[in-house]
């Protein structure tokens, strides 16, 4: 079957799941994070070690599973949500969406630096990112391109279809450093492991955590606001909110610039997820990268 063939497919499945109402969407997409929490135990035990080590001495065990249930179900959920909005105009979408901090978008604008949106996988990280476009912004956002091009083909439309414009990761600096000099917007995420030698080890719930060190060298050169931003849920209802700029720390120091600057946007992410702890992405092994490696004798 063709590429464009199953692309169609897709798009008929997810109309027709769209046609379902919310409560009903709700209870297949608990279901199915219930059966993912059931069958896939290298992932539960990712969450299990990541709570017990973010939260120490917090959890029972029969707490920390119950909460990994809830992580499990809101991941799911993610999904199921992306498929109900599919349809609605955002006239119909804006009801159950409340955007806030606007105003400290407007006061970064002002500097004429450009922006960066500061992003986490926290809440409905697709349907916010794909509605931060109504805030009066037409910002752009940065993406690793997917090894299966119908899905890289739907998801693409989704997030790009109230205004946002996706950029792919590789060769994506040049666009990046143009987009800024012309005072626009770039969304990023930063709550990710990566390589050693991609990154810097900051604190992040306690642990060190190896974090791309791309975002501070950027800002260090364009001197661009950071301005992070999340969307979260309440009652069936998203809040996007934007927070204050993170000021941009100078010390005269290259290493400690981009190490203390990864720190400060890191603990931004961290200390909003620490109000809403079972709408993260816990699933992801976020401190796979060690700061040490262990040498075998001889």
Known sequence: MSDDRIYKLIKLMVALLSM?????????????????????????????????????????????????????????????EVIWSHRKTWDELSRDVSIKGVKNLEIAKKKGRGIVLLCSHLGNFELGGAVIAKAGINPYGVYRKFDFQPIERFILEVRQRFGTTM?????????????????????????????????????????????????????????AAVVPVFAIKENNHYIVEFLP????????????????????????????????????????????????????GN
């Open 20 to 80: 379902l109402p919310r409560r009903v969407l709700s209870f297949f997409s608990d279901l199915l994070g219930l059966i993912w929490y059931t069958v896939d135990k290298r992932h539960k035990n990712v969450v299990l070690e990541n709570v017990n080590f973010a939260y120490p001495g917090k959890f029972s065990p029969e707490q920390a599973h119950r909460f990994a249930k809830v992580v499990f179900k809101n991941v799911t959920g993610i999904l199921f």
């Open 167 to 223: 950029i792919p990761l590789r060769g994506a600096s040049k666009k990046i450093d143009t987009i800024l000099r012309n005072n626009g917007v770039v969304g990023t995420l930063l709550d990710q492991s990566v390589d050693w030698y991609k990154g810097v080890f900051v604190d992040y719930f306690g642990r060190p955590a190896c974090t791309n060190d791309g975002l501070a060298k950027l800002v260090l050169r364009s001197k």
């Open 245 to 296: 700029e993170i000021p941009l720390e100078i010390t005269g120091d290259p290493i400690k610039d981009i190490e203390n600057n990864t720190q400060n946007y890191v603990s931004s992410i961290e200390s909003t997820i620490r109000q809403y702890p079972e709408q993260y992405f816990w699933v992801h092994n976020r401190w796979k990268t060690q700061p040490y490696c262990v040498l075998k």
